[in-house]
């Protein structure tokens, strides 16, 4: 069976749609709608998760990075692991590369890796980004609040 897909040609600023065929099956057909659950799944399988006492003895040993993925307001709400670097979720494949000109050189492929957010979900979802991206040490700590309760040192 075949799919249907419409290619918009731009001819003198004016859109023309054309349809184009795509044999199902062939490399060129549209990847298969993944969900949420799917995407969570991956991550956790690809990136393990780690206790506040386990990041605690990851960073005593060094060359560790510690990155919080919350937007900036959550942050500033409730501080943020000592020593973390804030790249919220958004902006993370850009400050990973570093071929982009938003790349952050805090991120680099040779530390060991944790990330955290608010309840462990884009952390898990920021670690397998990084991995996907050539990071391979790569831990999720997974919330804040598990980090601040267990008496991990904590900026504001």
């Known amino acids: 069976m075949r ?5 918009v040609l731009l001819l003198t600023g004016a859109a023309i749609t054309a349809p184009v065929a795509v044999a199902q099956g062939s490399s060129q057909s549209p990847a ?3 969900t949420l659950k799917q995407m969570l799944d991956a991550a956790n399988a690809a990136v393990p998760r780690i206790t506040p006492a386990q990041a605690r003895q990851m960073i005593g040993k060094g060359n560790v990075l510690v990155l ?7 942050v500033a709400a409730s501080g943020k692991v000592a020593g973390a670097v804030n790249v919220s979720r958004g902006m993370l494949e850009f400050a990973a590369d570093p071929q982009s000109p938003f790349h952050n050189p805090a991120l680099a492929s040779d530390k060991t890796v944790i990330v955290y957010c608010g309840s462990g979900a884009r952390a898990a979802l920021a670690g397998k980004t990084l991995k996907d991206m050539g990071y391979p040490h790569v ?3 997974g ?10 040192a904590v900026e504001k």
């Open 68 to 74: 919080d993925v919350r937007d900036a307001q959550e």
């Open 3 to 7: 799919r249907a897909l419409m290619l």
């Open 143 to 152: 919330s804040f609040k598990d980090w601040a309760d267990s008496g991990g």
């Open 32 to 34: 298969a709608p993944v």
């Open 139 to 141: 831990y999720n700590l």
